[in-house]
């Protein structure tokens, strides 16, 4: 028998998903535009920023900023810096994917 969840890591796991398909897409995109033979080439350069600042960077501040299941602030953000490979939140120090640490007292 399996102990229920303490803290639920969906909205995370599915954030991060959305991240990660981003940056990917990035690559991806940057390859196909021809990015990587000729920076001056219109409009490769043009489409690639627009998707990086339009798609990109509001998937990463939305993953940075997804609350911590145990103290509900930002897990990848703390006063105004980000961090978004951190283990662990950076706030309450809840292990990222963990079930059953201590709550904070
Ligand atoms: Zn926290």
């Known amino acids: 028998m399996s102990a229920a969840l303490k803290y639920d890591w969906s909205v995370y796991k599915k954030r991060r998903i959305q991240f990660v398909l981003g940056l990917v897409a990035t690559f991806f995109l940057m390859f196909s535009l021809g990015e990587v033979k000729s920076v001056t080439s219109f409009p ?19 993953f940075a900023l997804t609350p911590c ?31 059953n640490q201590p709550e904070i007292k």
């Open 44 to 62: 490769g350069p043009v489409i690639w920023i627009a998707w990086l600042v339009l798609v990109v960077f509001p998937l990463a501040f939305r």
């Open 69 to 99: 299941p145990r103290c509900g602030k930002a897990l990848h953000f703390k006063k105004g810096f980000g961090y978004p490979f951190s283990p662990a939140c950076l706030n309450c120090g809840l292990k990222i994917n963990s079930e």
